[in-house]
């Protein structure tokens, strides 16, 4: 009784508030979920199926020798339905989607990241007065739904950000670079010796942020680091 109740709540809740697709915006139908079916086949999945034998590995390994390796679920593209799930979850509140996310790239890497036997997910964080005007960090919120149903470890107050710096996207490689030296901080290095970790990012762009969180993680003595995104640019 209870489970036909909850159905029927639902049914109704989806009539006055119906979900939409995140490209189009048009109403999506019963089994459709944050795409329509016509948005969903025009998505750009990278479809890796290696974590080391892949274009986003090559990109990142030269400026992080000894990355273990590299994974992102869609090539970004502006105008785009990827676009549109980025910005929703980093500019209109929208918390649940990036969690919805981490779930679908558990769906699509949950055997092989079996594999990588992982110890601790590590979301790329927030400065924390960033954190408090968003009201969530948008890297965590997709690595709480990539672990959703599993034994992984989700690590929210070690690695920490202590300087506060302006939005990247328009700016060159160098300056990012150099933006990104001493913004982070591992507040406990020990807790990370000898274990594997997982560094979740929204999108990859040049690598800098990653690559300042890598450099701090091989001080502390790590076994090994994994990067995972939503998309690459």
Known sequence: MKKVLKEFWIGFLSLIYPEV????RDILFRGEKIFCTDCLLDLPFLNFSD???NALYTQLEWRMPGLAGANSFFQFRKKSGVQHILHAIKYENQPDLAYKMGNWMY???GEQMKELRIDFVVPVPLHAARKRQRGYNQSEEIAKGLIENTSLKISVNNLVR???TKTQTKQKRMQRWLNMQTVFH???????A??????????????ATLESCYELLNKAGVASVYVAS????
């Open 107 to 109: 769906t699509k890497w």
């Open 21 to 24: 697709c995140i490209a189009c």
């Open 51 to 53: 974590w080391k034998e």
């Open 162 to 164: 202590i300087k506060k």
């Open 186 to 192: 591992l507040k406990h290095p020990n807790e990370f």
């Open 230 to 233: 939503i998309a690459k640019a």
């Open 194 to 207: 000898n274990k594997n970790i997982l560094l979740i990012d929204d999108v990859i762009t040049t690598g």
